[in-house]
């Protein structure tokens, strides 16, 4: 019965359809080839997992586990790992698992994070200098230019003491600065391309300006793009751990990597788990994501790969 | 076969063919290189194209021909207003397009289109056959969708003989000849009236060309097309065009009759193109005379001043040749050359 149903559907179907038409071909876009090339990167796959596994850990892990990670035990104090305490306790005798978890989770988060404001502010300003060309392009690029020049450092003791310490000021921080490379990239990107015959055909066919910039130019950058920003994470998160280092980043009682590590290294030769822990998940974060950009790199644009 | 096919222009146009169909007037395209970093001494002006004048009838395929550098292709952006023009006004059925606005510019677009030279570089790497086709047509039908859409873009693909089964692919699974022939079919979408064509088959392989340049010629006579067809290659420009014009240095030299130009030119300019094309059966290629030229084509930066040909002729010039510039004059019905006494003479 239903099977005469479906028959007679697909019949209807064949009539609406052109007579002479034989089924129509999918076509393989770049995107896909991209993916199928990663694909057959293991580094780069294992990469990718390990991130997620990781990801997973410190977004999830916190609920499953029973201990608090503000919870102090002044009376067990600094433990090596045992059992009830897998990576064993700090010098108040908080759970050093849950506080890498929560740690992790605010380190991804600027990393995350602050990449994505640089990826914003730096595709549109590089986008639109690069397109407009000219004047407006030499003003805006030189304003990069002397920004570059800036010593970070200053820059944010200059923002903390303006504004007083906030994750969110870290971010914008941070983004702030990433985002200089990010539009010297899509800059010159979209410059190359505006040559292309394609934008000329684009144009000559009377697209609006929004049009070209978003369907023919963007989406033919994004890939240097992707890349770039895969590698602008962990950067990210060794500006936020190094900033915590020098105590201008995140505050007590919140925790990240570089404060667990700058804790860590405190205490290294009496309580050493204090400093491998928190430093274990942190170089595997960054080595998984170095990785997994190199091998973007190499799966977006396969001529650089045969270099 | 003039007759055959003005006759054949008759029957496409419903009241005629229009003589002033395109039009240009004394159209000029300088660039400005500006001065130098402090503003010191002007690095010059590049006179890509210089005082072009040219009328084009409805429904004819007019040849462009001339070596590398001589503003070929800036004359085709210039008439497709990619680049506006520095001087002189430029009119398609009488409407001049070069006082409209980039506004009203854009909306008249989908009267004139362009095809590209190199195939792998005018098509959207990220856009499928029928994205791009379907983008193109809704610049005349912004409302068409569904069915009516799909429609559309399988009768141009059938219209440039490729197969609608492939319309879900993307440019990289096509090869350079059916990747034309999208690009064709892309131009054709906003069915325009004047289509420019930039040397469309250069960049193709020898035995694909032929096969462009008849789908032109089919296109034209189903279509009623009118066309500009730029090239370098003088056979493939007479196997197309009715008329040719040849340009040097930014400047028409010679204009006249496909038949004419070629088999009894006027401007020594075009005898050396004309001598340089190779000839298939070994007798006549045996005694075929070549006209050489002396040197490159001089820098349009500082071009030389009167009849900017004299630096290459083979025929020495007088000075006042050398100062005075020569006018486009029509020694024969239709048939146009640069008056430069020296250029007209046969060489002995």
């Known amino acids: ?307 | 076969m003039t007759d055959a096919a003005i006759s054949e222009r008759k029957e496409t146009g419903e009241s005629g063919p229009r003589e002033d169909f395109l039009v240009l007037d004394s159209v000029s395209q300088h660039f400005d290189l500006g001065t130098g970093f402090f503003g010191r001494g002007s690095r010059g002006v590049i006179k890509a194209v210089d005082n072009v004048s040219l009328s084009i009838r409805q429904g004819e395929i007019l040849g462009l021909v001339g070596e590398s550098g001589c503003g070929k292709t800036t004359l085709s952006r210039t008439i497709m207003q990619i680049i506006r023009p520095t001087s002189g006004r430029i009119f398609l059925e009488g409407k001049e397009l070069s006082s409209l606005s980039d506004r009203e510019v854009r909306h008249e677009r989908i009267n004139f289109q362009m095809i590209f030279q190199d195939p792998y570089a005018s098509l959207n790497p990220r856009m499928t056959v029928f994205d791009a086709l379907a983008e193109a047509i809704r610049t005349r039908h912004p409302g068409v969708r569904g069915t009516a859409l799909r429609e559309r873009v399988v009768e141009l693909l059938r219209l440039v003989g490729l197969s609608p089964a492939q319309m879900k692919k993307y440019p990289h699974e096509f090869s350079g000849g059916q990747r034309q022939r999208v690009a064709i079919a892309r131009a054709l979408a906003p069915e325009p009236k004047l289509i420019i064509a930039d040397e469309p088959v250069s960049a193709l392989d020898v035995s694909i060309q032929s096969q462009i340049l008849n789908l032109l010629k089919k296109l034209r006579r189903d279509m009623g097309l009118t066309m500009i067809f730029i090239s370098h290659d003088l056979s493939v420009v007479r196997y197309i065009a009715d008329r040719i014009a040849v340009m040097y240095l930014g400047r028409i030299v010679e204009l006249g009759d496909a038949e004419t130009v070629v088999d009894d030119p006027l401007h020594i300019y075009t005898r050396a193109l004309m001598s340089a094309i190779p000839q298939p059966d070994p007798r006549i290629e045996r005694s075929r005379k070549r006209v050489i030229l002396k040197g490159d084509p001089p820098s349009p930066l500082n071009p030389p001043t009167g009849c900017s040909f004299w630096p290459r002729s083979p025929i020495p010039h007088d000075e006042r040749m050398k100062v005075v510039e020569p006018e486009l004059v029509e020694f024969h019905p239709g048939h146009f050359a640069h008056d430069c006494p020296f250029c007209l003479q046969r060489a002995a």
């Not at chain 1, 090339?37 to 990781?54: C, D």
């Not at chain 1, 010098?91 to 890498?100: N, S």
């Not at chain 1, 942190?282 to 790199?297: E, I, P, Q, Y």
């Open chain 1, 1 to 307: 019965m239903s099977g005469s149903v479906e028959a007679v559907l697909g019949a209807d179907e064949d009539v609406g359809r052109e007579p002479a038409t034989p089924e129509i071909e999918r076509g393989a876009s770049l995107w896909r080839d991209a993916w199928h090339r990663l694909g057959k990167n293991k580094l780069a796959l294992i990469s990718l997992f390990v991130f997620i596994a990781i990801a997973l850990f410190c977004v999830v892990g916190p609920f499953l586990s029973p201990w608090d990670s503000q919870q102090q035990d002044l009376m067990i104090g600094a433990q090596g790992p045992s059992a009830t305490h897998w990576f064993g306790t700090d010098t108040l005798g908080r759970d050093l698992m849950v506080r890498v978890m929560e740690g992790g989770r605010i380190s991804l988060m600027v990393g995350l994070i602050a990449t994505l404001v640089a990826l914003l502010i730096g595709v549109l300003y590089g986008a639109t200098a690069g397109y407009l060309g000219g004047k407006t392009d030499a003003v805006m690029m030189r304003l990069v230019d002397i920004l570059y020049a800036l010593p970070f450092t200053i820059f944010v003791i200059l923002l903390m003491v303006a504004f007083g310490r906030s994750l969110w000021l870290m971010f914008v921080a941070i983004g702030f600065v990433e985002w200089l490379s990010m539009a010297r990239i899509v800059r010159s990107g979209v410059m190359a391309l505006r040559k292309q015959e394609f934008i000329e055909a684009a144009v000559s066919l009377g697209y609006s300006h929004r049009r070209i910039i978003l369907k023919h130019l963007i989406p033919n950058v994004l890939g240097p793009v992707i890349v770039v920003a895969t590698l602008t994470v962990p950067a990210v998160m060794l500006l936020e751990a190094f900033l915590s280092f020098l105590g201008l980043g995140v505050q007590p009682p919140n925790a990240s990597w570089g404060v667990l590590i700058n804790e860590g290294q405190q205490n290294m030769e009496i309580f050493p788990w204090l400093l491998i822990f928190p430093a274990f998940f942190f170089a595997l974060t960054l080595f998984s994501l170095n990785f997994l950009g190199d091998g973007l790199r190499d799966a977006l644009d396969p001529k650089s790969a045969r270099d």
